[in-house]
């Protein structure tokens, strides 16, 4: 037994002991937006209630870091911003500038100050947030079975992080390998850029869809060999892709409920200073 912050819990690494210690002011507000995007509300008249997290994707949040932000520790004291990571290691050029992070509500400023400062808190106190995050997922759960809903997490919804291997403790001082670990009952799933060999080994309540861009066709036709989903953004959505059946995507975000070794056909999308539609140049947008 290890004592955590006072609480009793089993087998606690020791980085997390240190990591639980608050390192900043952790603002408040909510990660997961609930049913805040015209496809999440589609699924609710599939009887799902959808919570997505959305974080400034790629580098935008190391962008910030240009800026010469200090983190506040408490008292007269704070130090530089330590090192970002990009939360995107297999964005291309096509996606970054298709990027749905500034579609939508992504446009207004507040908005994407506020995936800013989620990025950071992932970042800089890791510990802390997954612990806030695991309050919302629980609080999702608790709305869901009021209204009579499923509950379904999309965790990267403008990220590509690997959250099955983010372990943590929660406020109970109970280590879990995964958020999806803890909270079995729940619909997690993701789009995901990182070639599907290295997210084989997962939680079973985790779906993953690969996501195409103009530079990865050959991991896409593993990820589909490998029995995963593919999802394409189509100027005009086929009937045949990549010698495989096209089911359109835009109905709801419902990803976990596809059939399987399809291709997920999804309409491009206008982002911020599109006048019309986004005109791809580099072949992120098929045909
Ligand atoms: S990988 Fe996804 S979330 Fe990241 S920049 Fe590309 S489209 Fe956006």
């Known amino acids: 037994m290890t004592t955590l912050k006072g609480v009793h819990c089993f087998s606690v690494p020791k980085r997390y002991q240190v990591k639980l210690r608050p390192t900043y002011a952790m603002r408040a507000g909510d990660l997961l937006g609930i049913d805040a995007n015209p496809k999440t509300v589609k699924g609710r008249k599939l009887g799902i209630a959808t919570g997505i997290l959305y974080m400034a994707p790629a580098l935008s949040a190391m962008a910030e870091q240009a ?13 530089p911003m330590p090192k970002l ?40 106190d890791t510990a802390n947030f997954m612990i806030k995050l695991d309050h919302e997922v629980t609080r999702l759960k608790l709305m869901a079975k009021r209204d009579g809903l499923l509950p379904a997490v999309r965790l990267n919804g403008t ?9 943590f403790t929660d406020s109970d001082g109970v280590y879990w390998s995964s958020i999806m670990a803890k909270h079995d009952d729940v619909a997690f ?9 290295f ?14 861009s103009e530079s990865n066709d050959d991991h896409a036709l593993e990820a589909l060999k ?30 976990f409920l596809d059939e399987k070794g399809v291709i ?12 019309g539609r986004h005109i791809d140049t580099t072949g992120f947008v098929r045909n």
């Open 67 to 79: 800026k010469g932000i200090r983190v506040h520790i408490g008292g007269d004291f704070d130090f």
């Open 85 to 124: 990571k990009n939360l995107c290691p297999y964005a291309s050029d096509g996606c970054l500038a298709a990027c749905l992070n500034t579609s939508g509500k992504g446009g207004i400023p507040s908005v994407q100050n506020a995936r800013i400062r989620k990025a950071r808190e992932y970042q800089l």
């Open 159 to 167: 990220t590509d992080i690997l959250w099955e291997r983010e372990d």
């Open 189 to 197: 799933y993701d789009y995901s850029k990182v070639p599907m060999k």
């Open 199 to 212: 997210r084989q080994i997962r939680p079973a309540n985790y779906d993953l869809t690969f996501s195409l």
């Open 226 to 255: 490998l029995g995963h989903n593919v999802a394409v953004v189509f100027n005009e959505i086929p009937a045949e892709f990549m010698g495989h059946k096209v089911i359109i995507g835009d109905e709801s975000d419902a990803r």
């Open 264 to 275: 997920v056909g999804l309409t491009v999308k206008r982002t911020k200073g599109d006048n």
